[in-house]
């Protein structure tokens, strides 16, 4: 969530929550560009944590991170807010790369069914702090601050449940750097193409989708609606996806299926983006919402034990969210320079196409294993 506010705010979208905060132009610039550099860095912490301490403990030690950065930030306009949101950053970076490896060690018969159910709470969590953060701030009498430290009671909550997890045993020896071989390994290089490519597809139409509506003449509530839609239904893709991959061990067929539903997507809101809008939305979120669960899954299970998945995650995602950056960004360079929309979105296309044959070479039989 905290990587979609800024690439949405990058691009020129500022979020009403947001546009609140007592802060500058440049004040918000840097505010927003913190999380998009805390997922692409601090997820090379992972693999170095979880030797050290074991996931169940780097994972309760992070999520404590994530609640006193949140409690952190409604100090502004002092220097709490940016350090808050670094904290907030960073934690929930380093709990992205570990989950796979909890995933690899604790369920490798169930994998797919794990991972399903994995993102698909990851997708309501955000769905939710999304769709209830302006209703707090009136409910808080107006307070942006207080709106957004507020979630940092299901944050002590999750907490609270994970704490038990400690009673699993430390790591016995385990080399706590990433093995220069994994960056040797032409198989973690293709996931980790495969993962920041469908980051980039998803953080593009999260960022443009509703400027590409309202520019054909939606107006914004229909345009906020068809992200809505998108982002709603992307939990189905979320769910089947992983379960379709396990179900028939065979994962190249569900990253086919996810990125050729994208494709369809794209090629309908550049031909007939009016006519069937939430059509559209619907297979976007189908095909985004699954691809990015297959990602995960390749993380976790191709990896030939926890530690190689570990730092497989660490990283696809930490080169992964720098290439997804740039396609928010690029999109809108183009958008400025055809004056329309058909090139970004057939660029766009074409980046599903390069994702599709990244996917179809990571999903191969086979581990990384270095």
Known sequence: ????????????????????????????SILVTIPVICFSLAAFAGPPLSARLG??????????ALCAGLALRPWWPSFSLYAGTILCGLAVAVMNVMMPSVLRRRFPNHMGEMTAAYTMSLSIGAGLAAGLTVPLVSALGGSVAWALAIWAVPAAIAFALWFPQLRQPRPGHRPAGADIGLLRDWRAWQITLFFGLQSAVFYTLLSWLPTIYRDHGARPAAAGAVLAVMAAVGIVGNFAAPLLANRFGRPRLAVAGTALITIAGLVGVLLAPTQLAFVWATLLGIGTGGTFSVTLL?????????????????????????????????????????GGW???IIVTIAVCAAQLAAGLAAARPGVVAR
């Open 55 to 64: 996931e169940e403990r780097g994972l309760l030690i992070m999520c404590a």
């Open 298 to 338: 390749l993380m976790a299970s191709r990896g030939r034990d926890a530690v190689i998945a570990a730092r497989l995650s660490s990283m696809a995602q930490g080169i992964g969210y720098m290439i997804s950056a740039l396609g928010p960004l690029v999109a809108g360079l183009m958008h400025s320079i055809s």
């Open 342 to 344: 058909t090139v970004p």
């Open 1 to 28: 969530m905290l990587l979609a506010l800024n690439l949405r705010i990058a691009v020129g979208e500022i979020p009403p929550v947001l546009r609140d905060l007592p802060l500058g132009d440049f004040g918000h």
